[in-house]
């Protein structure tokens, strides 16, 4: 089944570029360190998802880019077909010349319901080139008014339009200090939009990719391109095809679906959250060595601990300890800064990982009351090594990990809303 | 999208002039090909002249001839002609000009009620048939002193007009006022009566003081005559200067300080024309920056004022052009933003400027900044990758502030001395349309203004109580 992304905004078409760009550096840049049989496969799988073959000799990404200013659709259409490993349509794209002022309300009532068929007819398009449709990404940010406003009608349009798909929203979560005065307001409008119509919301948060830049990846002068290669290399590990049943003979074909299922168990709970290990700059990876216990063991205390990169975890954080007759939901003994999950899905990548032994995650401690761990937790795995780590373990969880910046967003927007 | 730019009067159409020239010299050194793209496109036509006169506008592929999209005005012929007659005499047509011969009298009645009138017609044809010829016309800038008769009061009509004939298009206004010792006696009198129409139909002013541009343009002589940079400084690169440009003639004293205010506009509206990580559109400047309409006045800073030839930029020189972008010598009026009340910051930087060095900067800075309780984290920031000719980075702070305060408190005083006496009054009252009424409720309108500021002000330092709401658990 193939996936329709859908870039939006000048962040969405950014980090998109860098999502291809580094699927497509997967599958052609690394045998994967498995046999060729199992990396053809996951080529097939990949192009199936992701790209359409065309009379290009380069594959087409399944892509929809919408901007409401021409310059980043250009540079983005330009920069992908220079690569000469893919491209995007010359024709699946929509702009304005406007822009949307930061405006979630020019965003989202003005240019929405404007350019309504437009948009839609070019999704409809790349819809109709897959053989099955396996849903919709859509990548935006909240800060903007493009991204945001557009995007949440867009999200809306998409659910009214096919209300059977998957919906998988690519949330970037702004700065603390701001990039936009008005991004809280922003934040918030689109949040409690996007609640209604998607399926699920992935998040990722500027501070934290930019601190994984400045001290995993050790770069001087971080640029937007910087960040954005850490969040594409990270979507790439949960999206690169895997196999999620044990002993599983194919890769999965319905990624979305499957993400769904194992991760958004009740409606009223659906942004998740995203870790990936190890990361580093690409010159120290000849010198480290990974195991698998120890990629897993960081990732599970990652996960109590609610720490978004493996430095700086604070190992002391622990799980409650259980008592059979107390719902562990209401537990006042649940220690402070424990991170309470709903479900979990670890993805390892690399050979060796048949046997890894993944029984930490399963304890029920780490879950709420209402789910058996049994099903609050999903590994996915595949031989085949992902971008040029040998191992590498994600983690999308769903959990109680954005508490936090979302109390934040929510109080800023408040008070810039309830002065004078 | 496109900005039209509006030059009125002497001044403006002297920065004007330079703006222009700037402008050329900036696509110039990036548009190596000669095509013309979508950035030439936001300030300039491309017209096929080969059958003589105005022909077609050409949208894509060589450029033919390239045309400002401007209005110039001015009820004196004297600059508007030097601008004919000189190298960029092709870029202008007879279509854009609206010009008389006898001036305003410095008299702002003259400009705003006796030409308004007059030329009413004349003006809103030539804006249309103008706007006509823009894909998409986000904004119209004017440029104008306020000190003077045609660009205080003729140019604050145009702003009336615009507001009436395009009210979705924004409108930036870059005023300059006059300093104390403006040789222009009834000075005060015509930049209170145009701050009303400033207050009512602008979206944001950029206000400028000449005494502002004096200082910097000093401070460059004494850094480059004191030979503590010697040859060190590359020539084109002062804010100052019109190295590299396609003016031959001697510079006149007034030029340095023009210029200035031409890289402002250029800076402005830079990520609007080039490409970057994080664009921001002039849109955006007022969505972000006006927190209630009758705040946008906006001090602004430009730095650096030079740069040396040394290429290799460590980053502590990147971090002082951030230090001195919030220092009170480098703000384009007499103020001092640390020291006053932020409503809002905005930073755009050109060039090899990355978001860590925004970042890092905005971390450093921030303690010693006063923000108002609403707003205590909000910066507003863009990325330009395109840096402005001779440098390799630059920087544009605009500041929504408490510390423009000072400059209309003193506007109002200078007002009161000469309206106490009835100085020079009935050169205004005889213009048709012109009542006292109109000064009484100008200098209101001021007040009003300069108590808004004092109510926030008093809100500094105080105590910090964020209205209370419903809390989640944690």
Redesign the interface.
């Known amino acids: 089944m193939s996936i329709v992304t859908v870039q939006l905004g ?1 962040c969405g078409n ?1 980090i998109g570029h860098e999502v291809f760009n580094a699927i497509c550096s997967d599958v052609h840049g690394t045998h994967g360190l498995c046999s060729k049989k199992e990396n053809e496969s996951y080529h097939d799988a990949c192009k199936e998802r992701f790209f359409s073959e065309e009379e290009s000799e380069v594959p087409v990404a399944r892509a929809v880019l919408v901007d409401m ?4 659709i ?2 983005t259409l330009s920069i992908a077909a220079r690569s000469g490993y893919w491209k995007y349509d010359d024709r699946s794209h929509f702009c ?4 949307s ?3 979630w309300a020019n965003g989202y009532s003005v240019h929405g319901p404007r350019h309504e068929e437009v948009i839609m007819n070019l999704v409809q398009k790349e819809a109709e080139k897959c053989d099955r449709l396996g849903g919709f990404f859509t990548i935006m940010s909240m800060a903007g ?1 493009t991204g945001s406003g557009l995007g949440a009608f867009v999200t809306q349009c998409l659910r009214d339009a096919f209300p059977t798909s998957f919906i998988l929203n690519h949330v970037i979560w702004p ?9 809280n307001y922003n934040s918030v409008l689109t949040l409690s939009h996007l609640y209604q119509s998607s399926d699920a919301l992935l998040v990722h948060e500027n501070d934290v990719i ?1 601190k994984i ?2 001290q995993l990846m050790k ?1 001087k ?5 910087d ?1 954005n290669q850490v969040i594409a290399h990270q979507l790439g590990s949960v999206f690169q095809p895997t196999y999620t049943a044990e002993g599983g003979l194919h890769y999965s074909r319905n990624p979305l679906g499957d993400l769904m299922e194992t991760l958004v168990p009740h409606p009223e709970f659906k942004m998740l959250g995203l870790r990936n290990i190890p990361q580093m700059p690409e010159n120290s990876l000849p010198y480290s060595t990974f195991s698998w216990p120890g990629l897993v063991k960081h990732l599970r205390q990652m996960l109590i601990a609610n720490a978004k990169m493996e430095e700086g975890i604070d190992w002391q954080v622990r799980p409650p300890q259980l008592r059979s007759s107390i719902p562990s939901s209401h537990s006042t003994n649940k220690p402070l800064h424990f991170n309470t999950s709903i479900a979990n899905l670890v993805i390892l990548r690399g050979k060796d990982m048949h046997n890894v032994d993944l029984g930490s995650f399963r304890d029920p401690s780490l879950y709420t009351s209402w789910l058996n761990p049994q099903d609050a937790f999903n590994a996915w795995k595949t031989p085949r090594a992902f971008n040029k780590y040998e191992k590498s373990a994600s983690l999308v969880s769903n959990s109680q990990f954005l ?2 910046p979302l ?1 934040n967003v ?3 927007a ?3 809303f ?3 | 999208p496109v900005s039209l730019p509006s030059a009125v009067g002497q001044c403006g159409n002297q920065v004007g002039c330079r703006f222009w020239d700037l402008a050329l010299r900036e696509h110039a050194a990036v548009n190596k090909k000669g095509i013309y793209d979508e950035s030439l496109s936001s300030f300039f036509r491309n017209v096929d002249t080969r059958s003589g006169g105005d022909g077609p506008d050409i949208y894509k592929g060589k450029i033919c001839s390239l045309k400002a999209r401007a209005l110039l005005i001015d009820m004196e012929e004297g600059v508007v002609n030097e601008i004919l007659q000189g190298p960029l005499r092709d870029v202008f047509d007879s279509k854009q000009l609206i010009t008389d011969v006898s001036g305003s009298g410095n008299n702002w009645a003259v400009g705003h009620k006796l030409y308004g009138y007059q030329y009413r017609e004349n003006i809103v044809e030539k804006l249309r048939k103008t706007a006509e010829h823009c894909d998409c016309l986000q904004c119209f800038f004017i440029i104008h002193s306020m000190g003077g008769g045609t660009g205080s009061g003729l140019g604050t009509f145009v702003l009336n007009l615009l507001e009436d004939e395009f009210p979705e298009v924004y409108r930036f206004v870059t005023s300059v006022y006059p300093s104390g010792e403006d040789d222009v006696i009834t000075s005060p009198y015509n930049s209170v009566l145009a701050m009303k129409e400033l207050n009512e139909h602008a979206d944001c002013v950029l206000p400028i003081e000449n005494e502002s541009l004096f200082d910097i343009v000093n401070k460059i002589h004494q850094m480059i005559d004191s030979g503590k940079l010697g040859s060190t400084v590359k020539q084109n690169s002062l804010v100052t200067s019109s190295a590299g440009s396609t003016k031959t003639v001697q510079e006149k004293p007034f030029d340095a300080m023009n210029n200035i205010v031409a890289n402002l506009l250029l800076n402005l509206t830079s990520s609007a024309r080039f490409e970057g990580s994080l664009n921001m559109d002039l849109n955006e400047i007022s969505m972000n920056l006006v927190p209630f309409p009758r705040l946008h006045y906006l001090v602004s800073s430009l730095t650096p004022l030079y740069t040396l030839t040394d290429v290799n930029v460590p980053s502590r020189r990147l971090d002082q052009m951030f230090s001195d972008a919030f220092s009170r010598d480098h703000q384009l009026i007499q103020a001092d933003p640390k020291h006053s009340l932020y409503l809002a910051c905005a930073l755009l930087v050109r060039g090899n400027v990355q978001v860590s060095d925004l970042r890092r900067n905005i971390e450093r800075l921030k303690p010693s900044l006063h923000f108002v309780s609403w707003n205590q984290e909000g910066w507003k920031t863009g990325l330009c990758s395109v840096p402005p000719v001779g440098h390799s980075h630059s920087l544009l702070a605009l500041a929504n502030n408490t510390c423009v305060k000072p400059t209309f408190i003193e506007l109002k005083d200078r007002f009161m001395k000469l309206y106490k006496k009835k100085a020079h009054l009935h050169h205004y009252l005889h213009i048709d349309g012109m009542e006292q009424s109109c000064f009484s409720e100008a200098i209101s309108s001021l007040s009003d203004l300069i108590e808004e500021y004092n109510e926030l002000d008093a809100t500094k330092g105080g105590p910090r109580t964020d209205p209370s709401r419903l809390k989640i658990a944690v």
């Open positions: 000048q950014q200013e021409p310059k980043v250009s540079q304005q010349k406007q822009g002022g930061n405006n008014g700065y603390g200090t701001g990039e936009v005065i008005v991004q930019h830049c400045a770069v002068q971080i640029s937007f391109r960040v508490l936090k109390d929510v109080g800023k408040w008070n810039m309830a002065s004078k």
